[in-house]
């Protein structure tokens, strides 16, 4: 092959290969895709809500403190009960400054019942070192008798409701609304099934259940723990906090404590007391 050939061989492939560029276009002409973006999703998922242990009460705590008293209050009104409270006030070195023990047995539907009171110190006045008040009810009247050193005086009155207000609704509204609470575990105790409350801040002091002295104010140190069954009762609770009183210039520092405890739930018995006869006769006498 001459040289000639050869020369006219390579112009046609050339030709060729611009042919096949002109079809195809070049690199910078090539169409880019049409890409669409996925829609972002605006709203968050629904969170899945904690189950309720007890009406008003969830892991996280009271919940509903309203749907909590009303159940607390609704099964014991249909349970007779017996309710164990204490309420004391110590100085700061522990010195006893006054002290309220109550045992009371509560028939069902709350009549009769009967009251054992017991108050210690001298906190308030008349000061009183030691006396027992015990008071029985089965109706529209309250007999009480007031038993101090080796005195003891009866009387009868007509029955203020107000008193039936251990296990009243309105005093575990204010105490669950003052608490920041949580649910920290759960035990059994005589085959019933509780949940462990615990609070170590005070949300709303003002709420606090007032002490023997009225000694709530500016409270610190709080301690808290309560038992709650299934059905809402609040099997026990223990409230203690420190509080400082200012009285002519004079800082008091004094510890407050209370405790309440509820057993024999539809197995207690309320009966009459010895001294019904004896409050009788003297009340009459008295007329």
Not at 28 to 52: K, N, R, S
Not at 78 to 103: A, G, I, K, P, W
């Amino acid at each position: 092959m001459n040289r000639s050939q050869v020369f006219a061989i390579a112009v046609a492939v050339v030709v060729v290969l611009s042919g096949c560029n002109a079809l195809t276009g070049s690199d910078t002409e090539t169409d880019t895709p049409t890409v669409t973006p996925a829609a972002v999703p605006t709203d968050e998922p629904t969170p899945t809500p904690m189950p309720m242990l007890a009406p008003g009460l969830t892991q996280a705590g009271v919940v509903s403190v309203s749907e909590l008293a009303n159940a607390h209050e609704d099964a014991l009104d249909n349970n007779s009960h017996t309710v164990v409270s204490n309420n004391t006030v110590r100085y700061e070195n522990d010195t006893l400054r006054h002290q309220l023990n109550r045992t009371m047995r509560v028939a069902e539907g709350s009549e009769p019942f009967y009251a054992i009171s017991r108050y210690n110190g001298s906190g308030r006045q008349p000061v009183v070192t030691s006396q027992r008040i015990e008071r029985w009810s089965e109706g529209e009247q309250l007999y009480s008798a007031i038993v101090r050193e080796n005195e003891t005086r009866y009387s009868i009155s007509a029955l203020n409701r107000v008193f039936i207000s251990v296990q009243n609704r309105d005093q575990f509204i204010k105490l669950f609304n003052a608490l920041e609470t949580r649910v920290v575990g759960q035990e059994t105790r005589n085959g019933t099934e509780l949940y462990r409350v615990r609070a170590t801040n005070i949300s709303n002091p003002e709420y606090l259940p007032r002490s023997v002295l009225n000694t709530s104010k500016n409270p610190q140190n709080i301690s808290f723990r309560a038992l709650v069954d299934s059905e809402g009762i609040v099997r026990s609770y223990y409230l203690g906090y420190t509080t400082t009183e200012i009285k002519r210039r004079v800082n008091t520092t004094n510890r407050v404590t209370q405790s309440l405890r509820y057993t024999d739930i539809g197995s207690t018995t309320v009966e009459r007391p010895a001294w019904y006869e004896a409050a009788n006769r003297t009340t009459t006498a008295a007329e």
